[in-house]
């Protein structure tokens, strides 16, 4: 076992404690955190075909899925899946772990998932200088790998070309909804499921390298993005362990998203 931020024996599951996850059940999460925006997509597509069909009684059937996969294509309604979509989704995940693992909820270490204030105000202030130092140096790494080739994430080119009324809630959903979602998943069950059974540096690198394969689709799988996402992973759960909280990776992974945001938005 590797050395631990916590007292010896902190992260031992005493005799009666509560059940913690397993790796199986975290990367079930994890999954159904994917599928249900797949739902989502599914279900706002037959919306727009019934909608159009409504509007257009008419057309054959052909026609109203071309249409209703015209709409569906468009910047705007893309973003508005995200904006609709992505709360509902966190909520009904945020739902399903707080009543599978209550007595985790607030537990700091783990197999707890962190919510509670850390040990020390200090590491809020830790949180805020990754979030801002983290995007130049990832994409300082990134650009080098990637030899002069433009990097882009599909969030990136959804909110570019989304119109300005969608931009903020869009926006907001970065900052906010996402990194606590992802936090939730990644540094709170599933890195509290690998510690069960692995030391603290191998479920660290586990989890980190989970979390940038997962992301790899949003960036048209381009490999030389994958070094950054790791690195920003494991400061994300250096942060959660050596705080014992799991809202300074939320607060450090928010201002990392918010950076990339204010550089997109400038550069527009």
């Known amino acids: 076992m590797s050395a631990s931020p916590y007292p010896s024996g902190d992260l031992a599951v005493p005799s009666g404690s509560p059940a913690a996850p397993g790796v199986l059940q975290a990367l079930g999460l994890i999954l159904l955190y994917f599928l249900l925006q797949v739902v989502a997509g599914v279900l706002l597509g037959f919306g727009a075909g ?34 609709v979509a992505m709360p509902l989704i966190a909520m009904a995940l945020f739902w399903l772990v707080r009543r599978t693992w209550p007595a985790l909820w607030q537990r700091p270490a783990p197999p707890g998932f962190g919510f509670v204030n850390p040990v020390s105000s200090r590491w809020y202030v830790a949180a805020l200088v990754l979030g801002l130092v983290m995007p130049p140096v990832g994409a300082l790494i990134t650009q080098w790998l990637a030899h002069g080739h433009e990097v882009t994430q599909n969030v990136q080119e959804l909110t570019q070309h989304a119109s300005s009324r969608l931009r903020l809630p869009l926006g907001l959903v970065a900052v906010t909804v996402g990194p606590m979602i992802e936090e939730l998943m990644f540094r709170g ?3 509290s499921a690998l510690m069960r059974r692995l030391s603290t540096a191998t479920s660290v690198a586990l989890c980190a390298l989970l979390f940038g394969a997962v992301h ?9 993005a994958l070094p950054n996402l790791i690195l920003l992973a494991i400061a994300l759960c ?19 998203n918010l950076f990339a945001l204010v550089a997109l938005f400038s550069a527009a």
Request: no cysteine.
């Open 50 to 83: 019934v909608l159009e069909k409504m509007r257009h009684p008419q057309l054959p059937l052909a026609e109203v899925r071309k249409h209703a996969t015209e709409l569906l294509r468009q910047p705007d309604t893309s973003a508005l899946l995200v904006v």
């Open 189 to 191: 069950v599933l890195l």
């Open 216 to 224: 790899l689709g949003g960036l048209d799988f381009q490999w030389y």
């Open 238 to 256: 250096w942060l959660r362990l050596r705080s014992t909280s799991l809202w300074p990776a939320i607060l450090a992974h928010g201002m990392y």
